[in-house]
């Protein structure tokens, strides 16, 4: 799943979609995973996801988060499954340890809407530009410059921590530590002591990010400094109305 987050440039309908709307319609897809509780408008939000990613040529990219987010998902439905006592019993696995009916369902029901709600924002952000993200918060939302800039570069550090650790993963490899085990505990141990290095670097990072920033003029930065004007057009409001619709329809069901 690493690079999931980068931005893949590409002249699809999601693409030219004005930032606002990509966040907006983002942000409503989740709040109708929330708002409804039946499985299968899950299934169809998770479709919808997948078919616009496919729209946007991400497709493969989705699957494979998809695929993380079931693998990571799997713990987390057997947790809520043994927690949840209600209903009626379906078998019971040890004295006093059972699996219900209202457990299986609300644990899938869990694990779809996590999935289902985090596809969309992941797609948003790969059909959109870190620079078009921050002016479009600044400009439309007044969002002041200084929280945008803290967030948007946290996100920009998020694939280069990836690949630092996967290069410092690499390097162990090569040099006979076995990242491939299938032990959890032992695979846990093998990462701890990777952490001192990346700690290093992103220290190092951000203290040459901060002088940077500060030589080109960070704090003289106002709403009106951006260049570039981000102005509604038809079909943003036509995918906010889906959108809309979307979040209206979980309400009904």
Known sequence: MGGFLDYVPGTSLLHRLNP?????????????????AKLLFMLGILVVSLVLAYSAGLFRRALRMVTALIKFSMLLFLVQVLVIR??????SILPGLTITDE???????????????????????SVTQVSDLSGMLVEKLRVPYKYV???????????????????????????GVDFDTRNI?????????????????????????????ELRGFSLRVRGSSYKSYHMQWIDWGALILAVALVALAALL
Not at 20 to 36: E, G, H, N, R, Y
Not at 109 to 119: S, Y
Not at 149 to 175: C, W
């Open 86 to 91: 209600d209903g009626r019993t379906l078998f």
């Open 185 to 213: 505990f032992r695979k846990i141990r093998l990462i701890l002591p990777l952490c001192v290095p990346l700690l290093i670097s992103s220290v190092e990072r951000i203290d040459r990010g901060a002088i940077s920033a």
């Open 20 to 36: 606002l709307t990509k966040m907006l319609a983002a942000v409503f897809l989740c709040a109708a995973c929330f708002v409804s």
């Open 103 to 125: 457990g299986v369902m609300f644990s899938l029901l869990f694990v779809l809407r996590m999935i289902a709600a985090t596809l969309p924002l992941a797609i948003m952000l």
């Open 149 to 175: 800039f803290a967030l948007t570069t946290s996100m920009r550090f998020i694939p280069i921590f990836t690949a630092e650790a996967s290069d410092i993963m690499a390097a162990q490899t090569s040099r």
